[in-house]
């Protein structure tokens, strides 16, 4: 007479032996560990978002506490940072934070980084309001919680064209360096080049070099987000344009270089460095 459990089981478990059954229970849990992991890779899958946006928060938080906390440490303990330091530091943490979260969200911290692998066909258009949305919160959280420990305004933290460099000037500068950051990081993306991680490397080492010898001209930004959060949280918007004009038509050239260098976007490599991979993928 057989239970209720009995009732259900399989018949084919039920007349095999010992061993038999021990390797059929084997060959389901691995059947079932797959299905667990293919869902966890699967990016479409919408349970997953939270963490794709989870990790856009907080390394968008980390990159404007480093990118911010240099000018209004400096401005509240003057002479403690140099110049050098303030521009560096933001390519170091961001390297930081891209081998660090890379394969979870893709690691864009830029508003101009989800719209450019938008553009190339390497990132699905529906997320792009969730991932800007994102990065702007850990932003303005990071403003907020410095302004807390340093007690100085994040006004100090804003980015404006330097002495004597007219608006239209900053925005040259600042297209072009985005144009620079954009092309290095959908260029190690892309699968013709089989950089993997040392991309963090390339892409934290340009923002450092960019920010060392243009910081003068426009703050070397390259990113409305951590532009435009000191000015929402002190409510300061002297020179917002050219932190939103600049790098959005530096991004638009770099999407049509890459064009030039690599013809039509959509493959398989970069769509998995610009999406995520929340776990090692199973082989095939």
């Known amino acids: 007479m057989h239970d209720k459990a009995g009732k259900q089981a399989d018949p084919d478990i039920q007349g095999a032996s010992a061993s038999q059954q021990a390797t059929m229970v084997h060959v389901l849990q ?14 479409e899958d919408p349970r997953q978002e939270w963490r794709r946006l989870a990790s856009e928060i907080f390394g968008s938080f980390f990159l404007v506490l480093v990118a911010a906390g240099g000018d209004m440490v400096g401005h509240a303990f003057p002479g403690s940072i140099g110049n050098a330091a303030v521009v560096v530091a933001p390519g170091l943490m961001v390297m930081a934070m891209i081998m660090f979260m890379g394969r979870v969200s893709g690691a864009h911290f830029n508003p101009m980084v989800s719209v450019g692998f938008a553009l190339r066909g390497e990132f699905p258009w529906k997320r792009v309001p969730g991932y800007i949305l994102a990065q702007f919160i850990g932003g303005v959280v990071a403003v907020l919680l410095l302004q807390q420990i ?15 460099v007219s608006s239209l000037a900053a925005i040259g500068a600042e297209a072009v360096l985005t144009m620079g950051l954009l092309s290095v990081i959908l260029g190690t993306a892309s699968g013709a080049q089989q950089v993997g991680i040392l991309g963090a ?26 532009s435009l959060a000191p000015d929402l949280v002190s409510l300061h918007f002297h020179a917002w344009a050219v932190y939103v004009i600049g790098p959005f038509v530096g991004m638009c050239l770099a999407v049509a270089m890459a064009y030039v260098l690599r013809g039509p976007g959509g493959d398989r490599t970069a769509a998995l460095a610009a999406q995520g991979s929340l776990a090692s993928e199973r082989a095939s």
């Open 30 to 43: 691995d059947r079932l560990e797959g299905l667990s992991i293919d869902r966890f890779n699967n990016f």
């Open 150 to 164: 340093v007690h100085t305004s994040g006004q100090w933290a804003m980015t404006v064209p330097g002495h004597h």
């Open 201 to 226: 490397v390339a892409v934290g080492g340009y923002i450092a070099l960019a920010g060392l010898w243009a910081s003068p001209l426009s703050g070397a930004s390259m990113n409305p987000m951590r």
